[in-house]
Nanobody
Framework: QVQLVESGGGLVQPGGSLRLSCAAS????????MSWYRQAPGKERELVAT??????NYANSVKGRFTISRDNAENTVYLQMNSLKPEDTGVYYC???????????????WGKGTLVTVSS
């Protein structure tokens, strides 16, 4: 059973930092593309960052401030968030994409999310 469990959210002042973690289980983590998405109140969910193992990509709004990394030995993906802004507020979701051979297609799983609030 695939599980993605996020942690590390909380309340932080503008300019501060947080580190989110996502512990994964139930699939071959090292073969998956891991991403962080976020959803602000009243807005659609948006892609923040992706780590495929060989490459990383970021939304323009977080480039230079956020860093996605992964530890394949610990089956964990991280999102280091620096210089946080109020517009970074939202629920942050961990996402895993990988090929599932028994169904012959790529599959997509989500964590339940962790709330990040940037406010003074």
């Amino acid at each position: 059973q695939v599980q993605l469990v996020e942690s590390g959210g909380g309340l932080v002042q503008p300019g501060g930092s947080l580190r989110l973690s996502c512990a994964a289980s139930g699939f071959t983590f090292s073969s998956s593309a891991m991403s962080w998405y976020r959803q602000a109140p009243g807005k659609e969910r948006e892609l923040v960052a992706t780590n495929t193992g060989g490459n990383t990509n970021y939304a323009n709004s977080v480039k230079g401030r956020f860093t996605i990394s992964r530890d394949n030995a610990e089956n964990t993906v991280y999102l280091q968030m620096n210089s946080l802004k109020p517009e970074d507020t939202g629920v942050y979701y961990c996402n895993a994409k990988f090929y599932r051979s028994n169904v012959g297609m790529n599959v997509n799983y989500w964590g339940k999310g962790t709330l990040v609030t940037v406010s003074s």
